[in-house]
């Protein structure tokens, strides 16, 4: 296809969609998630919500939590040169919007609506480490004998056939 006949819009959607989609058939990749990114990461965000924190002292640990896991996962798509630029672009555009809420927030963290700014950053940032890591080796799920030629199929599989009509 002619590149000036190009659809981008269209790249751009099916890459997201399937890296939105690879990772629910693994495991590993959901634990990951859940442990490290949100429990973990989100430490900060668990303690406040445990100890009773008023909303102020939420979007301060909110504020805090996202903007770093964003900037980690942005990175993480525009490093690698095998990135198409429409997908580097589009991390540089949710980076943007992210750090506005950001902005935002830390100018105005006692308004009400600092709390749903956060939780929403809070979500876009863990939407961007889902698109970042979804092709993420590591943290997919595999049988120990996967291993496959170039061509042939399961080389931990028996060879279908014999030899003796062979000759030289």
């Known amino acids: 296809m002619n590149e000036e006949n190009e659809n981008y819009w269209r790249h751009l959607g099916s890459y997201v969609a399937r890296k939105f989609c690879v990772p629910w058939r693994h495991p590993t990749y959901l634990f990951y998630l859940f442990v490290a990114i949100v429990g973990a990461g989100g430490l900060g965000i668990w303690s406040v919500l445990y100890n009773g924190g008023d909303n102020e002292k939420i979007v301060a640990s909110l504020y805090t939590y996202f903007p770093a896991v964003a900037m980690a996962s942005a990175f993480e798509l525009i490093l690698p040169k095998s ?3 429409y997908v580097r672009s589009f991390a540089l555009f ?18 009400p609506y600092s709390l749903y700014l956060g939780i929403f950053g ?5 939407a961007l480490w889902w698109l970042a890591n979804a092709e993420n080796e590591n943290l997919h799920d595999s049988p ?14 028996p060879v279908v056939g014999d030899t003796n009509d062979f000759t030289t």
């Open 83 to 85: 990135n198409e630029k």
């Open 94 to 111: 949710v980076l943007f919007i992210l750090a506005l809420v950001a902005f935002v927030i830390g100018a105005n963290p006692a308004k």
């Open 122 to 126: 809070a979500g876009g940032a863990i």
């Open 144 to 157: 120990e004998l996967e291993s496959k030629a170039a061509i042939g199929g399961d080389v931990g599989k």
